[in-house]
């Protein structure tokens, strides 16, 4: 390759390459256009050197590099971020519904939380607003919906049974994307992902009879969360929601806000008013003082609000596969911190069950990376 400096102390960003004839129409409005917008290339008198030669971008392979390294460096923090916000919502929020057994109101508040960060966001322009068109509305309410219940069964369990057993729940979700991937949108899973299903549900089995705080509110709220989440996921795909009107950003903040308006009349149903100050000081009689309830109460709205903002931001990042191999370790690092900060005791056989379940969940992040052989189905 040959770099085209038309004056020696004029450093050029052109590279020249050999002209082929087919592209011998294409030179001359090279050069046409470079007339205009390049015009010191024909300055010099012997301009016919440069007949014959194609014009195209070089690019510098350190600034790639960089580049490259840079990106690397925030998604590694940003990973990190997800996970250290997930262990303390998961803390926070635990200690908030062991003395305040109302997750109903707790998850409305949490959600309240997200909705005013949400209106903060836009009032400052740290992100653009969306533009929705009406068209949208049926698909965003349906995801909002699955998106409500979800929050909303999670706490319930989590009232219920230990952090680090409705996590273990949790990682059935592969099951139940499987399941209405196949009733939704006919999708049929190759035999890899049908095989990383068994020591998932093998692992979740032998970890539940094998729990200590087992009780079937708590189980069946968990499951039951699972089937909503995947079930959004499932819709989100089906639906395909423009992304040219709404990113995943947006899209995150308008389901959080409806779900907002959805829950708060149910909460209120369900639970009544319970933030009176008799109410208060009643749940706060069981260890916690006023301020600390409502301060952790606080932050685990922040911290739920936030890490799942950064999971979006990382989804925009990278693959789905990626993302879900992360969520698999953000898994892992959640029921390990829940262990040691709640001082859980674990038996060797749930221990076994954990384990198993949670090596199927990447097993089936693996499998999914697996493509079909299309030779397969033509032979």
Not at 68 to 91: C, P
Not at 133 to 153: D, Y
Not at 229 to 257: G, P, Y
Request: charged share 10%.
């Amino acid at each position: 390759m040959l770099l085209i400096t038309p004056y020696p102390r004029l450093v050029s960003q052109l590279v020249a390459t050999k002209s082929t004839p087919e592209s011998s129409s294409f030179t001359r409005r090279a050069r046409a256009s470079s007339c205009s917008s390049y015009p010191w290339l024909f300055l010099r008198p012997n301009r016919s050197r440069f007949i014959g030669f194609k014009i195209k971008s070089a690019t510098v392979p350190g600034d790639v590099e960089s580049g490259s390294l840079v990106k690397g460096l925030k998604l590694g923090g940003m990973f990190g971020v997800w996970y250290l916000l997930n262990i303390y919502y998961n803390i926070f929020n635990k200690q908030v519904l062991r003395v305040y057994p109302y997750p109903a109101t707790v998850t409305a508040f949490q959600l309240g939380c997200g909705t005013l960060m949400i209106s903060i966001m836009w009032l400052l322009k740290l992100h653009p607003r969306p533009k929705v068109a009406p068209s949208q509305f049926p698909a965003i309410l349906q995801l909002a919906a699955a998106h409500t219940l979800g929050n909303l069964l999670t706490n319930v369990s989590l009232g219920r049974v230990n952090v680090s057993f409705t996590h273990t729940i949790k990682a059935m979700e592969p099951f139940f994307t499987v399941l209405f991937s196949v009733l939704l949108l006919g999708e049929l899973p190759s035999l890899w992902i049908v095989g990383s299903l068994l020591p998932i549900v093998a692992g979740v089995s032998l970890a539940s009879f094998t729990e200590a705080s087992f009780n079937w509110i708590g189980f069946c709220s968990a499951m039951a969360s699972n089937v909503t989440n995947q079930s959004r996921n499932v819709l989100s795909k089906k639906f395909m929601i423009e992304k040219e009107a709404l990113d995943n950003i947006n899209l995150f903040s308008i389901i959080t806000i409806i779900s907002f308006v959805l829950l708060v009349p149910v909460a209120i149903l369900i639970d009544g008013f319970k933030f009176t100050p008799s109410q208060l000081q009643l749940a706060t009689s069981q260890g916690l003082s006023v301020k600390e309830f409502c301060f952790m109460s606080l932050l685990a709205g922040v911290c739920l609000h936030s890490y799942q903002q950064v999971s979006y931001m990382i989804l925009e990042m990278v693959s789905p596969v990626t993302h879900s191999v992360g969520n698999c370790v953000k898994r892992v690092v959640v029921i390990g911190s829940s262990i040691i900060f709640f001082k859980t005791p674990v038996s060797p056989l749930n221990s076994i069950g954990t384990a198993t379940a949670l090596a199927g969940v990447y097993l089936y992040t693996r499998a999914k990376r697996v493509k079909p052989n299309p030779n397969s189905k033509t032979s």
